[in-house]
T-cell receptor, first 115, second 112 residues
Framework: ETGVTQSPTHLIKTRGQQVTLRCSSQ?????VSWYQQALGQGPQFIFQYYREEENGRGNFPPRFSGLQFPNYSSELNVNALELDDSALYLCASNRIGDRVYNEQFFGPGTRLTVL | QKEVEQNSGPLSVPEGAIASLNCTYSDRGSQSFFWYRQYSGKSPELIMSIYSNGDKEDGRFTAQLNKASQYVSLLIRDSQPSDSATYLC????????????FGTGTLLAVQP
């Protein structure tokens, strides 16, 4: 167990709906990254939040948005859901400034199914 | 060329054998490299980090890094059926974003 928690565990939505996924970072970590993992693929970087601001973004459209709160927890919001958004959504936390760079620890993930 | 490449497998080894997993990367400026293990239906678990050329050992796991050849590998000694999983190689893209680029993963099957 990494100490990173995510909710909900599973979610079923229909095309066009909106969804919010939540993540609590590991104690002592100040950075949260979100990844999308399609079946049979490696995780794909969506974006990262540090000090409550977006700190880098992957090749995802603007309908993917996020927030980070003062307690370092984070939300991922996806609007206008498409069938291809069906995937495992992973949250990872780390601490920028640590000597051990970039070690990111993943939460259990949220499995999103879009029908 | 993909940024991080791995053989998708499956790699099948008998119990007790050495499993060798390989990864190549394209960014010569990469400074840190990670191996994650992912069981079916679960999230990735960090099992090894390596930053310097050479070998790093942790229990039955050894990571090997060759920056000149842009190659990182993971050896699993005395493979157990419980090691059966997908192994993901990850490399930060660089800059301040700590964005991890993952390979597609190698599926390892340890046969009892």
């Amino acid at each position: 167990e990494t100490g990173v928690t995510q909710s909900p565990t599973h979610l079923i939505k229909t095309r066009g709906q909106q969804v919010t996924l939540r993540c609590s970072s590991q104690s002592g970590h100040n950075t949260v990254s979100w990844y999308q993992q399609a079946l049979g693929q490696g995780p794909q970087f969506i974006f990262q939040y540090y000090r409550e601001e977006e700190n880098g973004r992957g090749n995802f459209p603007p309908r993917f948005s996020g927030l980070q709160f003062p307690n370092y927890s984070s939300e991922l919001n996806v609007n206008a859901l498409e069938l291809d958004d069906s995937a495992l959504y992973l949250c990872a936390s780390n601490r920028i400034g640590d000597r051990v760079y970039n070690e990111q620890f993943f939460g259990p993930g949220t499995r999103l199914t879009v029908l | 060329q993909k940024e991080v490449e791995q053989n998708s497998g499956p790699l099948s080894v008998p119990e007790g054998a050495i499993a060798s997993l390989n990864c190549t990367y394209s960014d010569r400026g990469s400074q840190s490299f990670f191996w994650y293990r992912q069981y079916s239906g679960k999230s990735p678990e960090l099992i090894m980090s390596i930053y310097s050329n050479g070998d790093k050992e942790d229990g039955r796991f050894t990571a090997q890094l060759n920056k000149a050849s842009q190659y990182v590998s993971l050896l699993i000694r005395d493979s157990q059926p419980s090691d059966s999983a997908t192994y993901l190689c990850a490399v930060p893209q660089g800059g301040a974003t700590n964005k991890l680029i993952f390979g597609t993963g190698t599926l390892l099957a340890v046969q009892p």
